[in-house]
């Protein structure tokens, strides 16, 4: 019984001291990198989600609101969704990492060319790589690529601050929290919350994000035919336990660019049924070929 309150009681201990920003766990990140495969570690299980949420945009054009059902798996693979109040689809937008189709229902508009960023943007209004977005979306933090000596991590404000040098020039910051009920645990046990990433190149930000409101997520249901013709599409992975936040802010400063996601509903793994991540050309539609970077 006494060895079971002293348990209780370092958890409270932990809650407070994450409360208050001012103690780190009693044990620590050895490295940047020791910190960063934790943070690949919590993650290892969930290799996708799928979700609706509010996309709210400012930008130079002025405000844009809408409803967004979406699908993010890793390694770069995105759907969006945009959706009117009364559930009628105005645009979808597909990658599967090399090939990009956006098909705008308002302006009978197909367009198809390279999975870049600023294809991307065309929907998501924030210029920011396949692979990053979906990293974000999925409550991870991109990571560039470096050398794994020369990353350093330190405690600041109550949250692991990851310095990562890039081999290009490029330097990002990742923010980790501890999971409150891991403050007790060793470094290479904790559970790690995403909470901020942000990348630079020389002096100018290339982006940087905010994530809130973590919490648990459930796996999604197979897609089962109630016809019984086709076979069920199972989850794409296993029960996952990891959190995911239901806050995502980016902005991009060069391009002035502000995106903020508000999840509703979020799940784990879901099913991913061939075709998912591409679109037939429809019928009726000026088809567009764009490069990399046309706007």
């Known amino acids: 019984m006494a060895a079971s309150r002293a348990g209780v009681a370092s958890i409270l201990l932990a809650v407070l001291s994450t409360a208050c920003g001012a103690s780190p766990p009693a044990s620590r990140f050895p490295s940047g990198q020791a910190a960063i495969d934790r943070m690949r570690g919590t993650f290892e299980c969930l290799r996708g989600v799928r979700g609706e949420a509010k996309l709210d945009h400012m930008g130079r054009q002025g405000r844009i609101r809408g409803g967004l059902m979406f699908f993010a798996v890793e390694p770069a693979a995105v759907r969006f969704d945009v959706v009117s109040p009364f559930g009628v689809t105005l645009a979808t937008l597909t990658s599967d990492g090399a090939r990009f ?173 061939e075709g998912l991540f591409t679109q037939p050309v429809p019928g009726g539609v000026e088809r567009v070929r764009v490069g990399a970077c046309s706007e």
């Open 101 to 273: 189709a956006f098909n705008d229902l308002r302006e009978k508009k197909f367009l198809e060319g390279p999975a870049s960023a600023c294809n991307i943007a065309r929907l998501t209004q924030v210029p920011v790589p396949g692979h990053a977005l979906v990293s974000l979306l999925r409550g991870e933090a991109p990571v560039l690529v470096h050398q794994p000596e020369d990353t350093t991590v330190r405690w600041s404000g109550g949250r692991y601050l990851v310095r990562v040098p890039s081999k290009h020039g490029a330097v990002e910051e990742i923010a980790l929290g501890v999971h409150p009920a891991d403050y007790h645990l060793p470094w290479s046990e904790q559970r790690v919350r995403v909470l901020g990433v942000e990348v630079r190149q020389e002096d100018v930000v290339l982006y940087r994000a905010d994530l809130g409101e973590h919490a648990p997520i459930e796996l999604a249901q197979a897609i089962v035919d109630e016809d019984g013709i086709d076979p069920p599409v199972p989850p794409s992975g296993p029960p996952c336990n990891v959190e995911v936040p239901r806050k995502i802010h980016v902005e991009v400063p060069y391009t002035r660019d502000d995106v903020r996601f508000r999840y509703d509903e979020v799940r784990s793994n879901p099913p991913l049924p």
